[in-house]
């Protein structure tokens, strides 16, 4: 099993920056793949950006140029460095790890980009 616990959400206004954490315990040797989702009010949850342990990044077409993934190995943490931030980024943002046995979501952590 492995845990993910998220930090650094919070209210922020249009064009700022937030950073977040997403911290893994547990057997995260095994961890293929993590992620980054969010979940806006009344919308469907939808990928934001994924590292995978061979080193490729991908990004969601509204969040590129904007956003970057990183991940620190020796603290197991995965961070979501967002940029100029717009309204329509607000939402619930949710780490994802995908392990060959099963794959663990975290709680969350709220963001709000107020206009």
């Known amino acids: 099993q492995v845990q993910l616990v998220e930090s650094g959400g919070g209210l922020v206004q249009a064009g700022g920056s937030l950073r977040l954490s997403c911290a893994a315990s547990?057997?995260?040797?095994?961890?293929?793949?993590m992620s980054w989702y969010r979940q806006a009010p009344g919308k469907q949850r939808e990928l934001v950006a994924t590292?995978?342990?061979?080193?490729?990044?991908n990004y969601a077409d509204s969040v590129k140029g904007r956003f970057t993934i990183s991940r620190d190995n020796a603290k197991n943490t995965v961070y979501l460095q967002m940029n100029n931030l717009k309204p329509e980024d607000t939402g619930v943002y949710y780490c994802?790890?995908?392990?060959?046995?099963?794959?663990?979501w975290g709680q969350g952590t709220q963001v709000t980009v107020s206009s």
């Open positions: 994802y790890a995908v392990r060959s046995v099963g794959s663990s």
């Open positions: 547990g057997s995260i040797f095994s961890i293929n793949i």
């Open positions: 590292t995978t342990s061979a080193g490729t990044i």
